[in-house]
Antibody
Framework: QLQLQESGPGLVKPSETLSLTCTVS??????????WGWIRQPPEKGLEWIGT???????FYNPSLKSRVTMSVDTSKKQFSLILSSVTAADTAVYYC????????????????WGRGTLVTVSS | DIQMTQSPSSLSASVGDRVTITCRAS??????LNWYQQKPGIAPKILIC???SLQSGVPSRFSGSGSGTGFTLTISNLQPEDFATYYC?????????FGQGTKVEI
C-alpha cells in the first residue's frame, strides 16, 4: 500500500526559501500510471493546489505560485520535492504531498492518497 | 480560475439523517468533480471522483451526482464517523481548485 511522508523545516523566515521532500514507499515513484503533487492548507482554511509533477520531470503549477515554485523528482531516492521561494506569512500552511491519478476513461484527475502533512510556519 | 462554492458552510445533523452538500462551479466543468472527506488533524481522503464514481472502500451511503455547474454529495444514514469537513475539487482545468468546505457537525 502506497504511503507518503513529508519532511522539511517547520519554521522558515520571511523572504527565505521553503524546501520540502516527500518520500514514497509501497510503490514505485517511477510508475507511469500516475503523477505526484503538492497541496497546502493554511490554518483553519481551505485547500490550495500547488503543483503536479510526472516522473519524467514534466510539471504544471498553480499560476498564482508559479513564479516562486519549483518541483523535482528523484527516482533513485523515491522522493519528490517542493521549493517555494520568497516566502511570506501567507505561505504558512500544512503542506501535503499526494499521488495524483488520471483516468483517461473518465478524463478526471484526483489526489489519493495524501501524506499526513507537515506544518510550515513563516515567521522571523 | 474556476471558483468552487459549497453550501452550506456548515450543518448540524444527527446519526441516521440524510445529508446533502452542494457544490457550484463558476463555469461548466462537465463531470470533472471530486469529493474529499477531512477529519481534524488528518489528511483529506478521496470519496468520489468524476462526480459520481465511488472510490474503492468508500461506504455506499455516500453518493455524488451532477454535471455542468451544479453537483451534490449525499450521505444517507449518517454515521458517527461521517462527522467531518467535506471538500469538492474540480479537475476540468488548471489551476485545480477546491471549494471552501462544508463542516458536518453533530
Amino acid at each position: 500500500q502506497l504511503q507518503l511522508q513529508e519532511s522539511g523545516p517547520g519554521l522558515v523566515k520571511p523572504s527565505e526559501t521553503l524546501s520540502l521532500t516527500c518520500t514514497v514507499s509501497g510503490d514505485s515513484i517511477s510508475n507511469t500510471d500516475y503523477y505526484w503533487g503538492w497541496i497546502r492548507q493554511p490554518p483553519e482554511k481551505g485547500l490550495e493546489w500547488i503543483g503536479t509533477i510526472y516522473n519524467s520531470g514534466n510539471t504544471f503549477y498553480n499560476p498564482s505560485l508559479k513564479s516562486r515554485v519549483t518541483m523535482s523528482v528523484d527516482t533513485s531516492k523515491k522522493q519528490f520535492s517542493l521549493i517555494l521561494s520568497s516566502v511570506t506569512a501567507a505561505d504558512t500552511a500544512v503542506y501535503y504531498c499526494s499521488r495524483v491519478w488520471y483516468s483517461s476513461s473518465l478524463d478526471v484527475w484526483w489526489f489519493d492518497p495524501w501524506g499526513r502533512g507537515t506544518l510550515v510556519t513563516v515567521s522571523s | 480560475d474556476i471558483q468552487m462554492t459549497q453550501s452550506p458552510s456548515s450543518l448540524s445533523a444527527s446519526v441516521g439523517d440524510r445529508v446533502t452538500i452542494t457544490c457550484r462551479a463558476s463555469q461548466s466543468i462537465s463531470s470533472h468533480l471530486n469529493w474529499y472527506q477531512q477529519k481534524p488533524g488528518i489528511a483529506p481522503k478521496i470519496l468520489i471522483c468524476a462526480s459520481s464514481s465511488l472510490q474503492s472502500g468508500v461506504p455506499s451511503r455516500f453518493s455524488g451526482s451532477g454535471s455542468g455547474t451544479g453537483f451534490t454529495l449525499t450521505i444517507s444514514n449518517l454515521q458517527p464517523e461521517d462527522f467531518a469537513t467535506y471538500y469538492c475539487q474540480q479537475s476540468y482545468t488548471t489551476p485545480w481548485t477546491f471549494g471552501q468546505g462544508t463542516k458536518v457537525e453533530i
